[in-house]
């Protein structure tokens, strides 16, 4: 079975940590910042786990 090319955009959305899980990070804090509260700026800060239901699709797309 031929080897799949890993999608380039993917890999830099998503991080694997040691563990094998998928981290991303949260939509919506690039731009007019300052219209958003501080409280909902804070809760789009870090990262977070991909959803269970995109965890195989993403594997692939890394070639994983």
Known sequence: ???NKTHS???K???ITGRGRLLHERA????LLEKKP???TRRL???????????RQARKL???
């Open 1 to 3: 079975m031929p080897k």
């Open 9 to 11: 955009g993917m890999s």
């Open 13 to 15: 959305r998503i991080k």
């Open 28 to 31: 919506g804090r690039r731009h």
């Open 38 to 40: 501080s409280k909902k």
């Open 45 to 55: 800060a870090g990262t977070d786990d991909v959803a269970r239901s995109d965890v």
């Open 62 to 64: 890394l070639g994983r």
